[in-house]
């Protein structure tokens, strides 16, 4: 078995890591906090298989896990962690979003064998206070895939990213949350000629409604359930 280190080192895994790259420095790319992660180096990626598949899944959170130990030993902010499925055959952005939640409830239920869930946020998805939650530490999560309804969102492979929920936490204390929020609100409606409908105010609904990218109403249930070991 080749060791997965290596296999994130295959000139296949290292073009595609190269792709992402290109995709969040391109210059109408929305996100400055991505932008910021990008610049100081503080974006690592992983580069996995199909997102449908498990296989990969230990190896995702040791790849978080080493994110998280690195991170909380960090001096600067805008961190991110991002995982790519290039593997994944096209699919249409609803298969995207059952294929998303079924990914990080596996990785949530493996998680929740070793680590509770982060104690600062609520593991309940219709809470206001939730976030996702690996080895005790939140996450908002960003789901990315080829045929997402927000230009944004729109790359050619499926990604998950994973932001540090105590970031935005420590934006907010600083007084910059406000301003960055504003900034890229404004160039994703350069972008894409409209706000996301799904956009709401940090804190002000549940976070689920914004992980996939797709435009829910208020029937929908997030499917995500924490099972606690």
């Known amino acids: 078995m080749i060791p997965n280190h290596d296999l994130q080192n295959t000139d296949h895994a290292l073009q595609v890591k190269h792709e992402f790259r290109s995709f969040i420095d391109d210059k109408l790319f929305p996100c400055v906090a991505a932008k910021a992660a990008l610049t100081k180096d503080q974006m690592k990626i992983f580069v996995a298989g199909h997102l449908a598949c498990p296989n990969d899944d230990q190896s995702i959170l040791d790849f978080i896990y080493k994110f998280v130990d690195e991170y909380r030993h960090a001096e600067t902010p805008f961190h991110t962690a991002c995982v790519i499925f290039p593997s994944t055959h096209p699919i249409d952005e609803e298969t995207f979003e059952r294929l998303l939640w079924a990914r990080l409830q596996a990785l949530s239920d493996i998680d929740s064998q070793k680590y509770s869930y982060d104690s600062r946020v609520d593991s309940d998805p219709s809470s206001p206070e939730f976030s996702f939650s690996l080895k005790e530490e ?34 907010r204390s600083l007084k910059r949350f406000e301003k960055m929020k504003n900034i890229v609100r404004k160039r994703d409606v350069e972008l894409s000629g409209s706000i996301n409908p799904m956009l709401q105010d940090f804190g002000a609904d549940s976070e689920v409604y914004q992980y996939s990218g797709m435009q829910y109403d208020r029937n929908w249930e997030c499917p995500y359930k924490y099972n606690s070991k």
Not at 150 to 171: C, K, M, S, T
Request: aromatic share 18%.
């Open 138 to 171: 939140a996450f908002f999560v960003i789901g990315l895939s080829p045929n997402s309804s927000r230009d944004a969102r729109r790359f050619r492979y499926p990604v998950i990213v994973f932001n540090p929920h105590a970031q935005f936490e420590e934006l």
